[in-house]
């Protein structure tokens, strides 16, 4: 099943989408301006599926939102977690023990408020706050059952589904502070979406993700190819922390990230990021100049 949030006729909706992508359904769900979390919770409860509210829609007549919207908790969010692009990465200020020596994942967060829709523009910033703006193509896992020190071997019982993000960052802003929080927040840096695809539809476990610049495929692998797989980041994130329904955990980029090439290759005014991963579809997002 495909669930998603969108707005149509002036208002918020969320529902489920056709199986061929073509087709909206809007479900008699309270809080819409939420996303799909209250739906979600339904579900996991075991609740039946609320009836529609209306008719079918054409994809194309409505605007579709980020499935999870605030107030989202946030994002946990996994680094250099395929081997490809931890080498990549080698020779630059992130250079030090490689990836796949490490024992544990390498967790830091985003927060809610930078979320913005699959289609919406990403804003960049001046350039007295950053000029080094890269994009990483993700899987990202939504939780569904939550809980605490969830065990690996029972960590996709928690799994609700599976969405796409693109982990914008702002490389100098990255470096200079020698930490991720600051230049992986800025304002729009991480669209989300098209829609959650339930885990009884696709496998994250194996699964291709490609990502192209201005119509150049930069980014191809599969999740299969990561370095700690989706049990171990839910084992790793729930250590000693409860993880709610809803809650988003993206697993990492792969190689062809703009900071990767020599010279770099960061983004500017009118790029346009599309990101495909199999089993999902696709997010595409504009990069313009904040005013």
Known sequence: MRIASWSWGGRYCVGTISS???????????????GVLPLLQAMVRGGALPAASGARLPIESVTLHA??????????????NYRAHAAELADTVFSGTPAKEASWPMVFT???????????????????VSTQ???ESELAVVIGRGGRDISRARAMDHVFGYTIVNDVTARDIQVR??????????????????????????????????????????QDA???????????????????ITLYPGDVIATGTPAGVGMGFNPPKWLSEGDVVRIEIDGIGAIENRFVQQR
Not at 20 to 34: F, K, Q, W, Y
Not at 226 to 239: A, G, H, Q
């Open 177 to 218: 502070h020698q930490q991720w929080a600051l230049g992986k927040n800025l304002d729009t840096f991480c669209p989300m979406g098209p829609w959650i695809v339930t885990a009884d539809e696709m496998d994250g476990r194996d699964t291709r993700v490609r990502g192209w610049v201005n119509g150049e495929l930069r």
């Open 20 to 34: 061929c992508g073509r087709e909206a359904t809007p479900l008699a769900v309270n809080n819409t301006e939420s």
């Open 110 to 128: 985003k927060y809610g408020e930078c979320v913005v829709g699959p289609y919406d523009p990403v804003l960049l910033p001046s350039a007295a």
């Open 133 to 135: 703006i890269d994009y």
């Open 67 to 80: 499935p999870l919207m605030r107030p989202l908790r946030g994002l946990w969010c996994v680094g250099r």
């Open 222 to 240: 599969f999740t299969k190819d990561m370095l700690f797989d989706i049990p171990t980041l839910i084992e790793t994130c729930s250590r000693g």
